[in-house]
């Protein structure tokens, strides 16, 4: 049986389009994950080398690594969250797992926008940006520390989640090329070793007797 894509003049075997479900390109996912697991290591990072780039938030805006429970719950587990997502993308071609992949990083993204205004309900404070730099020092660092980088994280992760939600042609066709890959060296005989041993005498070749029988003087 063969089954035929929508508006499309391509035919696939159903074991194609069954292996396509299970299995994604790796490029699938690829750039989404290695750009994912700059901005989480960056997101999970720069609250602690941030004094180094005069680019901080209180408290201890000139001493870097400096932790606060604060600051591992809402920058460094997004910023882990979304490194792990990319993590995944990058390295799996199994649906499910770089669906998984998208997801978390879209969890780290979404936190990093949202998790500054959930301070107060929580009894956390992140701090303020560095109260010694201008105010257009101080927008930046709440951008490249929370919002700009979260919502970053957060588009690449739904924009990876979309592609891997879809099965396309092109995945139908590499699943097609690897089961007929398969199923090639399945039928293909096998090939004799190298090196060693020789092949039996056919059954035709007559074997030589012993004693050799005599022969006469003549």
Do not use: C, K
Not at 168 to 191: D, H, I, K, N, Y
Request: glycine share 12%.
């Amino acid at each position: 049986m063969t089954a035929v894509g929508h508006h499309m003049g391509f035919a696939f075997s159903d074991r194609g389009i069954r292996l396509s479900r299970m299995r994604v390109p790796w490029t699938r996912g690829a750039t989404s994950g290695a750009l994912l697991l700059v901005l989480g290591a960056w997101a999970a990072i720069v609250p602690f080398i941030g004094p180094y780039l005069n680019f901080a938030y209180t408290p201890a805006t000139n001493s870097a690594w400096n932790w606060t429970a604060a600051r591992g719950w809402f920058e460094v587990a997004p910023g882990a969250a979304a490194f792990a997502g990319g993590l995944l993308l990058l390295g799996s071609t199994n649906r499910a797992v770089t669906i998984a992949g998208s997801w978390l990083g879209i969890a780290g993204g979404a936190w990093l926008i949202v998790g500054p205004s959930l301070t107060g309900v929580l009894n956390q404070s992140i701090g303020t940006p560095d109260p010694t730099s201008s105010t257009s020092v101080q927008a930046l660092e709440a951008l490249f520390f929370f919002y700009a980088v979260g919502a970053l994280i957060l588009l690449l992760a739904a924009a990876a989640l979309g592609r891997l939600s879809v099965q396309s042609v092109r995945g139908v066709a590499v699943a097609e090329q690897r089961a007929a890959a398969e199923a090639a060296a399945e039928a293909a005989p096998p090939t004799a070793p190298v090196g060693g041993e020789a092949p039996h005498p056919s059954a035709s070749q007559s074997e030589p007797t012993y004693p050799p029988p005599e022969t006469g003087n003549g």
